[in-house]
């Protein structure tokens, strides 16, 4: 009888054990970090000047504001954290990850097979371009409809020839061309659709979302065009480090966190719905 009683005894505590060291393997696996975050420190490279992914909100703020911001700092407090923001020009951003300057690269800046050449870096947001209009405008549906009516582009973008092709397809339909007139900024382009000089615009999703939430109801997109660029965080060379951040992003998404970071921004519900993977 006492050597059932201490068999099963043994089981228990083997049973016990072996649970333990699961749970402990679980958790660990949940708290893995990247090797270069030391000291309950991140630091990231931006420019800080691509709203509403990041910028600063007022003259003389200290502090980035934009969602992309929030994703990183939602990474950072997963991995036992605090991000810190290192600011520069956009061109020097990368090689900032050669001579540690920062970690990781965080500045709506695409994936590109080049970028991938030298650096790391998980794709987790697609821009799509989109048509703008006047929040009253019920007419305005499909980029056709504004033939016969002004279009307002910002000078030197891709846009400009966006327009073109379009005026080609709708002349040799019969159709009136669309009038472009180019303006040196965003901000200017937007101004001509509230006063109700131009009829509509060209721009990024991420764009046309910062413009909605300073003007909240005079503006909207009736139309998104299929073409997408995936925005991507960078880093250094490392399998192991790109898995862990790949992970990181992947458990925003499975959580909600993210869909509620996009409504917060009004960014578009389905932007983060890419996969994290590159060819």
């Known amino acids: 009888m006492t050597s059932v009683i201490s068999g099963t005894k043994t089981a228990l505590l083997a049973g016990t054990m072996l649970a333990a060291l699961f749970s402990a393997g679980h958790a660990s696996a949940a708290d ?12 990231v490279c931006t420019s800080g000047e691509f709203p509403p ?46 001579s540690k300057r920062c970690d990781l690269v965080a500045s709506g800046i695409m994936i590109t097979p080049a970028r991938l050449e030298k ?10 371009v989109v048509l703008v209009t006047a929040g ?19 000078a030197g973008t891709t846009y400009e020839k966006t327009v073109a092709d379009l005026n080609t397809e709708l002349e040799a339909a019969g159709k009136a061309p ?13 101004e001509q659709i509230l006063v109700g000089r131009a009829t509509a615009t060209i ?4 764009t046309a979302a910062y413009r909605m939430l300073q003007v909240p109801g005079r503006l909207n997109i009736p139309y998104t065009y299929d073409q997408s660029e995936n925005y991507g965080i960078y880093l ?3 399998a192991g480090d790109r898995q862990i951040l790949k992970e990181a992003i992947e458990a925003l998404q ?5 869909k509620t970071l996009l409504k917060k921004w009004q960014l578009p519900e389905t932007a983060t719905d890419v996969s994290h993977d590159v060819n």
């Open 178 to 190: 669309i009038e472009a007139q180019t303006y040196p900024s965003a901000s200017g382009v937007i």
């Open 136 to 154: 009253s405008d019920t007419e305005t549906k499909v980029p056709a409809d504004v033939s016969g009516k002004v279009m307002a582009i910002e």
């Open 254 to 258: 499975a959580s909600g966190e993210m």
């Open 119 to 128: 650096y790391d870096g998980i794709p987790y947001f697609g821009s799509h």
């Open 32 to 43: 893995q970090k990247p090797d270069f975050v030391s000291g309950g420190v991140l630091k």
């Open 203 to 206: 721009t990024q999703d991420t």
């Open 236 to 238: 250094r060379k490392s």
């Open 53 to 98: 992914m990041e910028y600063y909100e007022n003259p003389g703020d200290k502090d980035l504001v934009g969602f992309e911001i929030d994703v990183i700092d939602a990474i950072a407090k997963r991995w036992g954290a605090k991000a810190e923001y290192v600011v520069g020009d956009f061109k020097g951003l990368l090689p900032s990850l050669d």
